[in-house]
């Protein structure tokens, strides 16, 4: 299934290597569930043959090797977006409290963006904090510089400023 999956995401790649798919649309052609499909991302990013610009489920991946790569070698970089675009906050401004099935794609993000593998020590993260927020505290994390101790440090850090400044601009954008 791996092998399957980077032929469709080299299928996919545009003349500069950059490869957009969603989440569904790969469950679907790869006939699989998305954990398993979640595996083989990883899978093609450990072994090289992708970098992951943006986890699933909006997956954007940069195709190491892909056909015509070879008249493409003086690439611009390439830089990744963020989960706070507005498609995406649009799409998810709804509570995860209300939909368990969203609450572990979520969960799952924050895995696959801080790098974790063991989801307990922030299942509260996601009940106390929005959607919003934890994806605004995500997409920091993601465009950080340097940091200092860790990818779930610098999160764990930022979610309750985050809140505490997305709750000032509400009461004061209320007349």
């Not at 830089?79 to 509570?95: E, I, K, L, Q």
């Not at 969960?107 to 020590?121: A, N, R, Y």
Request: net charge positive; with cysteine; proline share 6%.
């Amino acid at each position: 299934m791996t092998d399957r999956l980077l032929e469709i995401l080299r299928h996919r790649a545009n003349r500069r290597g950059l490869a957009f798919a969603k989440q569904e649309l790969l469950v679907e052609q790869l006939d699989c569930d998305p954990e398993k499909l979640a595996l083989a991302v990883e899978a093609l990013e450990s072994r090289g043959a992708i970098t992951i610009l943006s986890p699933l489920p909006y997956l954007v991946v940069k195709v190491q090797s892909w056909s015509g790569n070879e008249e493409n070698s003086a690439e611009t970089p390439v830089f990744p977006y963020s989960f706070s675009s507005s498609h995406s906050v649009n799409r998810f401004r709804n509570s995860y409290r209300d939909r368990p099935e969203e609450t572990g794609s979520l969960l799952q993000e924050v895995l696959l963006i801080l790098g974790e593998t063991d989801p307990e020590p922030f299942r509260k993260a996601i009940e106390l904090y929005s959607p919003h927020v934890i994806r605004m505290a995500l997409d920091r994390v993601r465009k950080a510089q340097s940091i200092q101790k860790s990818r779930t440090a610098l999160f764990r850090y930022l979610l309750p400023r985050i809140a505490k400044e997305s709750a000032d601009h509400k009461s004061h954008a209320q007349p």
